[in-house]
């Protein structure tokens, strides 16, 4: 953060990437750090929801860049990072929040097809991202890495493993970089777990929950900005 930078605008200057930033809590950080100052390049599949979480990010004078993108793709993560570093040297912040969650079934029962889908997704993606945009990180002042989990991550739960498991590992690759990194270019890592938030995937894993018992995905937002604003020791860990 420089100098000058205004408080209600404290990351002035910087550029955040955030995955999953189509919808829910990935939109709803987009937005936040947007409106705090930050550059944002959206990454998700669907255009019009990105167009539509640009335009609010405009209309409170924040600025981002679009990028549409489906993590599966094979090479479209290092296809992504050669055209970030064409036009920028360093990127500030890495948001990792896109995730898929697979039917919820016994082990024994799991889709082989969504399993796969899932550890491209939430594992395969991520090492990806990190290898893609380590060399970025590093040339910022204060590179950060947030990785958004899950409470199943860390405790199994009957009928998640095909999700639990893919966080469990999620987990594991995101503490062994941070340990990697630590001394060599001050890049850190947190942990974040949203806990009990209204957005789509709640609502597939919990279809008879009642929404308007959850909070809502801009209340984790605005602690992930905090959270980057008073900084944290490396492989931070936070439920909300």
């Known amino acids: 953060m420089s100098e000058s930078a205004p408080q209600d605008r404290p990351f002035e200057g910087k550029l955040a990437l955030v995955t999953g930033s189509s919808r829910g809590i990935g939109a709803e950080t987009a937005k936040s750090l947007g409106a705090a100052g930050a550059h944002i390049i959206l ?54 929040s896109a995730a898929y969650l697979p039917t919820l079934t016994p082990v ?6 969504q399993f796969g889908v899932a550890i491209t997704t939430n594992l395969l993606a ?34 998640w493993s095909a999700y639990g498991s893919t966080k469990a590992a999620f987990e594991s690759l995101l503490d062994s970089y941070a340990q990697e990194v630590e001394k060599i270019g001050g890049v850190k890592v947190a942990i974040v777990d949203p806990g009990a ?40 860990r936070m439920r909300v």
């Open 43 to 96: 990454i998700g599949r669907d255009v019009k929801a990105l167009e539509a979480v640009e335009d609010e990010i405009h209309a409170v004078g924040g600025s981002s860049t679009i990028a549409p993108l489906d993590l599966t793709e094979p090479d479209s993560i290092s296809r992504l990072a050669s055209a970030i570093a064409g036009r920028w040297d360093k990127l500030d912040f890495l948001v990792i």
């Open 126 to 159: 991520t090492q990806a991202l990190l290898a893609a945009f380590d060399p970025m990180l590093k040339r910022a002042d204060a590179g950060r890495v947030i990785g958004l989990t899950s409470s199943v991550g860390s405790t199994a739960r009957a009928y």
């Open 197 to 236: 938030t209204r957005t789509g995937m709640r609502a597939k894993a919990y279809p008879g929950e009642d929404p308007a018992t959850l909070k809502t995905p801009d209340v984790v937002a605005e602690r992930i900005k905090d959270l980057l604003i008073a900084d944290f020791a490396t492989s931070h």
């Open 108 to 113: 024994t029962q799991i889709d082989q097809k």
